[in-house]
């Protein structure tokens, strides 16, 4: 109900979300499956990325969700999962995921070789949504295997066993990131069985909304000179001029959170944003921007003045 109020908010249509409605009435959630769906706190802002999320969906497409770091795409897709109250199984692609990664694996239980599921294939049997998180992590020959499930056929034929045909209320969500390392182009042919939505960088309205809702208890001058740290960082990784490791909203709100526990703000930003790279020149940059933000006098209540 509440993200449903927050999408109101930002402009949704009452008919998409009363056909989300009709979706969670007609696909009921199995009570054993109940925790398996994501709690979240933070809603991801930006009415275009939501309708075109959420018509895609309705519509039993699935959906890549492509954009630079600290863009909110995992935000995003457990949002997606919450609202539309479908257990969600998460898989974090990497260099050695593989078919069996996937599908399962056969394992030895009661003097028999059985098959050990993975998380495609109880997505697949219980209706829930699939997130392929860094989905351009894997080896292509790994995803080949999603080709059957994620296409007009939504069958899964795993060798040996089954064939699975897909709930109607499975869908998949894939999220990738083009600037880390160890990524790839993907398949033609899978990112063919997507529908690929561009996550924007976050502007600094939308930043303020974050941390306000974050941190509603921090002082109203202060708390923008945090989310002026993470957008200058921004532009330089922009620029070229520094890496992305510094450019961390996740750093950012760690930072706030023990600043509101009592430490430093030097202190803190040290941890959440300049001890993101290991790179000493880049740390100097990341320190002189920060320097133009925070002041080294500052305790922690100056920023929250409840402390």
Same mark, same amino acid.
């Given at each position: 109900?509440?993200?449903?109020?927050?999408?109101?908010?930002?402009?949704?249509?009452?008919?998409?979300?009363?056909?989300?409605?009709?979706?969670?009435?007609?696909?009921?959630?199995?009570?054993?499956?109940?925790?398996?769906?994501?709690?979240?706190?933070?809603?991801?802002?930006?009415?275009?990325?939501?309708?075109?999320?959420?018509? +895609?969906?309705?519509?039993?497409?699935?959906?890549?969700?492509?954009? &630079?770091? +600290?863009?909110?795409?995992?935000? $995003?897709?457990?949002?997606?999962?919450?609202? /539309?109250?479908? &257990?969600?199984?998460?898989?974090?692609?990497?260099?050695?995921?593989?078919?069996?990664?996937?599908?399962?694996?056969?394992?030895?239980?009661?003097?028999?070789?059985? $098959?050990?599921?993975?998380?495609?294939?109880?997505?697949?049997?219980?209706?829930? /949504?699939?997130?392929?998180?860094?989905?351009?992590?894997?080896?292509?020959?790994?995803?080949?295997?999603?080709?059957?499930?994620?296409?007009?056929?939504?069958?899964?034929?795993? &060798?040996?066993?089954?064939?699975?045909?897909?709930?109607?209320?499975?869908? /998949?969500?894939?999220?990738?990131?083009?600037?880390?390392?160890?990524?790839?182009?993907?398949?033609?042919? $899978?990112?063919?069985?997507?529908?690929?939505?561009?996550?924007?960088?976050?502007?600094?309205?939308? $930043?303020?909304?974050?941390?306000?809702?974050? /941190?509603?208890? +921090?002082?109203?001058?202060?708390?923008?000179?945090? +989310?002026?740290?993470?957008?200058?960082?921004?532009?330089?990784?922009?620029?070229?001029?520094?890496?992305?490791?510094?450019?961390?909203?996740?750093?950012?709100?760690?930072?706030?959170?023990?600043?509101?526990?009592?430490?430093?703000?030097?202190?803190?930003?040290?941890?959440?944003?300049?001890?993101?790279?290991?790179?000493?020149?880049?740390?100097?940059?990341?320190?002189?921007?920060?320097?133009?933000?925070?002041?080294?006098?500052?305790?922690?209540?100056?920023?929250?003045?409840?402390?």
């Amino acid at each position: 109900m509440r993200l449903t109020q927050e999408l109101l908010k930002q402009g949704i249509s009452e008919k998409l979300l009363d056909d989300i409605k009709y979706f969670k009435h007609f696909y009921k959630l199995d009570e054993r499956l109940q925790d398996r769906v994501p709690s979240t706190e933070t809603v991801f802002y930006g009415k275009d990325i939501w309708s075109m999320c959420i018509t +895609a969906i309705l519509e039993g497409e699935n959906i890549l969700l492509s954009g &630079p770091k +600290a863009t909110g795409k995992n935000v $995003l897709a457990d949002n997606i999962c919450e609202l /539309f109250n479908r &257990p969600q199984w998460n898989t974090s692609f990497h260099v050695n995921t593989d078919s069996s990664s996937l599908i399962g694996t056969d394992t030895f239980i009661d003097n028999e070789v059985r $098959l050990r599921r993975g998380s495609v294939y109880e997505c697949a049997i219980n209706g829930g /949504f699939g997130v392929f998180d860094e989905i351009n992590m894997a080896k292509n020959d790994a995803l080949v295997v999603l080709h059957s499930a994620l296409d007009y056929r939504k069958v899964i034929d795993v &060798p040996g066993y089954e064939k699975i045909k897909l709930h109607d209320a499975t869908r /998949f969500i894939g999220t990738m990131n083009y600037e880390y390392a160890g990524t790839k182009e993907l398949n033609e042919a $899978l990112v063919s069985r997507f529908m690929t939505i561009d996550i924007p960088q976050i502007e600094e309205d939308t $930043l303020m909304i974050i941390l306000k809702e974050y /941190f509603p208890d +921090a002082s109203a001058d202060i708390l923008p000179q945090f +989310a002026g740290i993470f957008l200058d960082l921004q532009a330089k990784s922009k620029n070229s001029e520094i890496s992305t490791k510094s450019v961390d909203l996740r750093g950012i709100i760690g930072s706030l959170k023990t600043i509101r526990r009592g430490l430093k703000p030097m202190l803190a930003v040290d941890m959440g944003v300049i001890g993101k790279t290991f790179d000493q020149f880049e740390k100097e940059i990341v320190l002189d921007v920060i320097k133009t933000r925070i002041r080294e006098s500052w305790e922690a209540s100056d920023v929250f003045t409840g402390i």
